[in-house]
């Protein structure tokens, strides 16, 4: 008999195995000239090559960066890895330009397709899902100010012990992910759970690394939400909690003063309600 693995049991190289097979699935639109790949690939490797000359980096630190890239594709890992460490960037470049609300990192765990929920919605859980009850409640319009009636909210985060569903095992496959859509006037309120702080799998290749420059391996506790309507563009954002651990001190680099909670008691003093709208520019 195969005992059932709990999601404490997560290996980096099953969650970067799922977080690379799902990239795989994206459906990819490049198409960069030959000019620009040859720009941007000589810029790169002449950056790198910059590195190896300030540092004066040896044969054996060679080989050891040779190694541990070569584990970084063994662990599945490359998704990790760009956007622990990349992505934050390309999110800053392609966003520059938006007059509506702040965007961040999309991170590895996003799956498409989550059920569809109400304007008042809880996201799928446990019966005896751990964690803090959280409201999350907001507006959605455009640039203009108008509502924008039926917008998507896409939600998904960690759970109390800051594992994603599909990423760690013995979790229900649409735990505390959902696709609610807004009513007619842009309004949306999700009930979920508060979730935990997330850090990076400390057994694969990015573990090794944040273990040898003795970096914090975490991220903190956040929402992942993308947000839509037709003739816009959609958002992806996370969320945060103020005054929590590691907002100041975020591996991802994705944290952004407008994207961060200050959540308050609900009434009755069962859980924590936060508000949020989102404005989103044309297409
Ligand atoms: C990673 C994980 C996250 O939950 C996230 O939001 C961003 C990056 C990661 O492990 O790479
Ligand atoms: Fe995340």
Not at 140 to 160: N, Q, R
Not at 202 to 211: N, R, V, W
Not at 258 to 268: H, M
Request: glycine share 8%; hydrophobic share 35%; proline share 7%.
């Amino acid at each position: 008999m195969t005992e059932q693995l709990t999601e404490q049991e997560a290996t980096a190289a099953a969650s970067g195995a799922a977080a690379t097979a799902r990239f795989r699935q994206k459906n990819l639109q490049v198409n960069a000239s030959q000019e620009r790949v040859n720009a941007i690939a000589t810029d790169a490797l002449q950056a790198l090559h910059e590195v190896i000359r300030k540092h004066k980096v040896t044969y054996s630190e060679y080989d050891a960066l040779k190694a541990w890239l070569i584990q970084v594709g063994e662990d599945g890992e490359w998704p990790l890895f760009l956007d622990v460490w990349i992505e934050h960037v390309v999110e800053q470049v392609a966003n520059e330009n938006r007059k509506g609300s702040a965007g961040s990192i999309e991170g590895p765990y996003y799956v498409p397709g989550a059920p569809e929920l109400p304007s008042e919605c809880t996201l799928p859980m446990r019966e005896d899902e751990p964690g803090t009850p959280l409201a999350l409640y907001g507006r959605v319009t455009s640039v203009d100010g108008e509502p924008l009636p039926h917008a998507k909210v896409e939600i998904w985060h960690a759970d109390d012990l800051g594992y994603y569903s599909q990423y760690a095992p013995g979790l229900p496959e649409w735990n505390l992910r959902g696709t609610c859509i807004a009513d007619e006037e842009g309004r949306y309120k999700i009930h979920t759970i508060k979730p935990a702080p997330y850090e990076i799998p400390k057994d694969g290749a990015c573990g090794k690394l944040i273990a040898a420059a003795g970096w914090s391996a975490w991220r903190p506790a956040h929402l992942h939400l993308k947000v839509s309507a037709p003739g816009h563009q959609l958002i992806t954002v996370q969320l945060y909690f103020d005054g929590e651990d590691y907002v100041d001190n975020d591996i991802a680099s994705a944290v952004k003063p407008e994207l961060i909670l200050k959540p308050t008691p609900v009434g009755d003093g069962d859980g924590l309600e936060a508000h949020k709208d989102f404005v989103l520019d044309p297409e």
